[in-house]
């Protein structure tokens, strides 16, 4: 099971709080799960830093319910947006757990393409950051999206760059 913890705490807290190997979920002010990182990720972090500051440097996480059917993932738009790191958040009713590596790359190669889905919840979340940068500086933005969009939203640019839509 994964542990949850507030955009705003910092990597100190979840140090002090997790265990080597569990997964971090870092949730909104609504709790709504919007990345998810292990520990040893972490490490490399000032222990002052707001979880909120690394969003954007995490890989796009696909939030799912826990009884959507897998194939449904693997027919879906959110494959192609998935990196090799890319965890997807599976979201029971008492409690968040991750599936990421070998055994999600595996169950996804081994349904794509598959015709018959079972099951009526469909996978409607994906988080991606804005890919935004101007000179040093990059866009700290993560937004959940339920369909590739065919023209990008305005950013609400947290890091008071340039005004700039969402760069996906």
Same mark, same amino acid.
């Given at each position: 099971?994964?542990? @949850?913890?507030?955009?705003?705490?910092?990597?100190?807290? #979840?140090?002090?709080?997790?265990?080597? *190997? @569990?997964?971090? #979920?870092?949730? &909104?002010? *609504?709790?709504? !799960?919007?990345?998810?990182?292990?520990?040893?990720?972490?490490?490399?972090?000032? @222990? &002052?830093?707001?979880?909120? =500051?690394?969003?954007?440097?995490?890989?796009? +996480? #696909?939030?799912?319910?826990?009884?959507? !059917?897998?194939?449904? /993932?693997?027919?879906?738009?959110?494959?192609?947006?998935?990196?090799? &790191?890319? !965890?997807?958040?599976?979201?029971?009713? %008492?409690?968040? =757990?991750?599936?990421?590596? !070998?055994?999600?790359?595996?169950? /996804?190669?081994?349904?794509?393409?598959?015709?018959?889905?079972? *099951? %009526?919840? &469909?996978? %409607?979340?994906?988080?991606?950051?804005?890919?935004?940068?101007?000179?040093?500086?990059?866009?700290?933005?993560?937004?959940?999206?339920?369909?590739?969009? +065919?023209?990008?939203?305005?950013?609400?640019?947290?890091?008071? /760059?340039?005004?700039? %839509?969402?760069?996906?």
């Amino acid at each position: 099971m994964a542990v @949850q913890f507030p955009s705003t705490a910092s990597v100190g807290e #979840v140090a002090a709080n997790i265990s080597p *190997g @569990q997964w971090a #979920v870092i949730v &909104d002010e *609504g709790g709504r !799960p919007t990345g998810a990182v292990l520990p040893v990720t972490l490490s490399g972090y000032p @222990q &002052d830093r707001p979880l909120t =500051s690394i969003l954007s440097e995490l890989p796009p +996480t #696909v939030i799912a319910p826990a009884e959507a !059917p897998v194939g449904l /993932l693997a027919s879906s738009w959110m494959i192609e947006e998935l990196e090799p &790191d890319s !965890p997807v958040i599976v979201a029971y009713p %008492d409690h968040l =757990s991750v599936w990421s590596g !070998p055994a999600l790359h595996r169950a /996804l190669a081994s349904l794509a393409g598959e015709a018959e889905l079972y *099951g %009526d919840e &469909d996978i %409607d979340d994906l988080a991606k950051s804005c890919e935004y940068r101007e000179d040093d500086s990059i866009c700290t933005h993560r937004e959940h999206f339920v369909a590739r969009p +065919t023209e990008m939203p305005e950013c609400p640019n947290p890091e008071c /760059l340039s005004d700039h %839509d969402f760069t996906w």
